[in-house]
């Protein structure tokens, strides 16, 4: 069975830091593009970075300089994606999700053909 699974998520106060883990279960994310997205209630979700197949990464202005996207040499296969956050505020509170691709989020609707795991809860308290 594939699965994703997010993790990581929690309550930190402005300028704190937290570190996502999306792990796949049944697969490797291997050469495909990744890319973690987040929504809050009520509100569209948004593609906070993206990792490609051959390393490179992109953010939107909203967390460039605050969000690094990774994956580490010792998991080649890239079994596991992280999202290191930097400098939360309290507009980065949402749900965070993570899906093998970089076009997920259409029209402020997470793609429903596309695999989502859980989510993980980010809470950033001002």
């Known amino acids: 069975v594939h699965q994703l699974v997010e993790s990581g998520g929690g309550s930190v106060q402005t300028g704190g830091s937290l570190r996502l883990s999306c792990t796949a279960s049944?697969?490797?994310?291997?050469?495909?593009?990744v890319g973690w997205y987040r929504q809050a209630p009520g509100k569209k979700c948004e593609l906070v970075a993206t990792?490609?197949?051959?390393?490179?990464?992109?953010?939107?202005m909203s967390v460039k300089g605050r969000f690094t996207i990774f994956t580490i040499p010792q998991d080649p296969d890239k079994h596991t994606v992280y999202l290191q956050m930097n400098d939360l505020k309290p507009e980065d509170s949402a749900t965070y999700y993570c899906?093998?691709?970089?076009?997920?989020?259409?029209?402020?609707?997470?793609?429903?053909?596309?695999?989502w795991g859980p989510g993980t809860l980010v809470t950033v308290s001002s």
């Open positions: 049944g697969f490797s994310f291997g050469g495909s593009d």
């Open positions: 990792i490609e197949g051959d390393g490179r990464t992109d953010y939107p």
């Open positions: 899906a093998a691709s970089h076009d997920a989020c259409e029209n402020g609707v997470l793609d429903p053909l596309q695999a």
